[in-house]
């Protein structure tokens, strides 16, 4: 290494007191790792490169070194709802406020929304989110200016936004108005995207069908389809709510993986959200169809019900670990997660623990959204994605294990560095690339638009008494 840049071998060097690689070497002191061109050079004791000389060093100290979160299933602009869903069964929300309102979105909003979104995340340690919403340019857009890492998907369904699903809670099933040309043109736009985004260095392109229910069959075989011939990944939601599966029980299959199945669409290309209707012989038909999911606990607590996680994980699915609408705070949800899941599960099933959730949300979900090969682990080779998280904490006083500490009581509080693909974009309380401020401002004043264009359907909702009324603008 020594000699090939003149003042400097390196372009960085992070140092701190532990290191948990999530590779076979388990948790290494007095740790360092070397970053050239983006890429990992050196990853071990800090003794091992002390000779080297880095255009820039990070001492971070009394800190843990860990590889950057990769938040497996997101929905960064859809930060924009704040609480608008948090006081009912999402599940219901999905239909009666978020699809309604989705359709007065527009670009520039959503891309306000976003830029927002991922400045949460790199905040909170994430340095990957798998992405599936509408208006995916702007999505992508956010990424390279926040300078986090994103799969980016185009939402495709097969109805038009001022035409949503209407649901009936009696029921709970909803009833669709088809238009098959709308599908088709949504998934165009996903195809041009993918085109035009593929081999970009932080932004891979996907292919988003968003529910089994939401696309005929034939729209779901063309997504997959494009999916095969642009060699990208499948990013729909699935078995997520009994509506799904009661519409799914009328096309004659009883569960969504088994329709799935039936069409053809299941392959190692799928990453799926959600997955909690599913039984045991639907979760052997994932696992030998070699799909990916991700563990989205906070949000399907949201929708009052939780997957069955142990049973999938004993399957052998890979499995990410998501938030999916809410908060990017994923190292906070970890300790819920672990605790429901574990009290959900069933009794004779191995208990999830500490290193199950840290693994699903570094190298099992790089893997999971088809990045396994760049990023989930710190070792040579591999794309320098990391976080340093400062352990001088009251909360953290006793690390009698680390990878134990970070799961159950450590936050996105707690994070002082995140590193995308060598670069710092976030270091001791503020982003690196962008105004904070402006961000901030943009996303607010969005919102407001936002809500302006749908005050007609929230004044005639439950929504009504609830939204107050400067969140309008109105002072």
């Known amino acids: 290494m020594s000699g ?12 701190a007191d532990r290191m948990v690689p999530m590779t076979s070497e388990g948790v290494v002191d007095d740790a360092a790792v070397c970053v050239r061109d983006g890429e990992i050079v050196y990853a071990g004791p800090a003794a091992g490169c002390a000779s080297l000389r880095a255009g820039r060093v990070v001492e971070a100290g009394d800190a843990v070194l860990i590889p950057g979160l990769v938040n497996a299933h997101t929905h960064v602009g859809d930060h924009i709802y704040g609480t608008m869903v948090d006081e009912a069964d999402v599940s219901e929300s999905l239909y009666e406020v978020i699809f309604p309102l989705a359709g007065k979105l527009d670009h520039d909003l959503l891309h306000a929304a976003a830029r927002v979104g991922m400045w949460d995340a790199v905040r909170c340690g994430v340095t990957t989110v798998c992405d599936q919403n509408m208006y995916a340019e702007a999505t992508a857009q956010a990424a390279t200016e926040v300078g986090i890492r994103a799969v980016v998907a ?105 329709y799935l199945d039936a069409i053809g669409f299941l392959s190692p290309a799928v990453h799926a959200a959600h997955m909690v209707f599913v039984d045991d012989e639907e979760i052997a038909i994932a696992a030998d169809r070699g799909i990916s999911m991700s563990f989205n606990p906070l949000s399907m607590l949201s929708c009052r019900c939780f997957p069955p996680i142990q049973r999938e994980l004993a399957a052998g699915i890979r499995s990410g670990f998501g938030t999916d ?123 407001a638009e936002w809500l302006r264009r749908g005050r007609g359907l929230i004044g005639g909702s439950a929504l009504a008494d609830r939204v107050d009324q400067r969140a309008y603008g109105v002072p």
């Open 4 to 15: 090939r840049r003149g003042q400097a071998d390196v372009d960085l060097i992070v140092r």
């Open 154 to 258: 185009e939402k495709v369904v097969e109805y038009r936004m001022d035409s949503t699903p209407s649901f009936d809670r009696g029921s709970r099933t909803y009833a669709m108005t088809w238009d098959r040309a709308e599908a088709e043109r949504l998934l165009a736009l996903g195809v041009e995207f993918a085109e035009r985004w593929r081999g970009h260095p932080l932004v891979s392109p996907a292919i988003g069908p968003l529910a089994a229910d939401h696309l005929s069959t034939d729209m779901l075989r063309e997504c997959a389809r494009a999916a095969d011939s642009l060699g990208v990944k499948l990013v729909p939601h699935i078995a997520q709510t009994e509506a799904e599966g009661a519409e799914l029980r009328r096309r004659g299959y009883e569960g969504s993986i088994r």
């Open 325 to 447: 609408a809410f908060s990017m705070d994923m190292l906070a949800d970890m300790r819920p997660a672990i605790y429901v899941a574990n009290l959900l599960g069933d009794a004779d099933a191995a208990p999830l623990g500490a290193h199950d959730l840290l693994r699903m949300a570094t190298v099992e979900g790089a893997q999971a959204v088809g990045l396994g090969d760049q990023i989930g682990t710190i070792e040579p080779g591999k794309r320098a994605d990391l976080v340093v998280l400062d352990l001088h904490d009251p909360r953290l006083m006793q690390v009698s294990n680390v990878v134990e500490t970070l799961a159950y009581y450590a936050s996105g509080r707690n994070v002082t560095h995140t590193i995308v693909d060598g670069n710092v974009v976030y270091e001791g309380g503020e982003a690196a690339l962008f105004d904070e401020d402006e961000v901030l401002d943009a996303g607010r004043d969005g919102a």
